[in-house]
Nanobody
Framework: QVQLVESGGGLVQPGGSLRLSCAAS????????AGWYRQSPGKEREWVAT???????NYADSVKGRFTISRDNAKNTVYLQMDSLKPEDTAVYYC???????WGAGDYWGQGTQVTVSS
């Protein structure tokens, strides 16, 4: 079964840091394009960051300079390093990726991981 599994969420004080991981498992060759999204209560899911297969990155203005997306192709894992966290970063964070396998390619979402920024 092909899936994405996020981890690394938790409770952190304002100004703190967290690193989220998104690991792909199952019969896949690699992760192509991948991104992180987040959703706060009562709000629509919003895009946070994207990394391409070649390693190019893009960020939402709200996180630029504070968050860093990266990837480890050998581990089929994508990361989101979050620094200088603010209460408004509180949300469920989701990973989305295009996974490539012998069966073809497809878009997958992870189950989400909660990030709470509070003193």
């Amino acid at each position: 079964q092909v899936q994405l599994v996020e981890s690394g969420g938790g409770l952190v004080q304002p100004g703190g840091s967290l690193r989220l991981s998104c690991a792909a498992s199952g019969s896949i060759f690699n992760i192509n394009r991948a991104g992180w999204y987040r959703q706060s209560p009562g709000k629509e899911r919003e895009w946070v960051a994207t990394i391409t297969s070649s390693g190019s990155t893009n960020y939402a203005d709200s996180v630029k300079g504070r968050f860093t997306i990266s990837r480890d192709n050998a581990k089929n894992t994508v990361y989101l390093q979050m620094d200088s966290l603010k209460p408004e970063d509180t949300a469920v964070y989701y990973c989305k990726a295009v996974l490539i396998g012998g069966w073809g390619a497809g878009d997958y979402w992870g189950q989400g991981t909660q990030v709470t920024v509070s003193s």
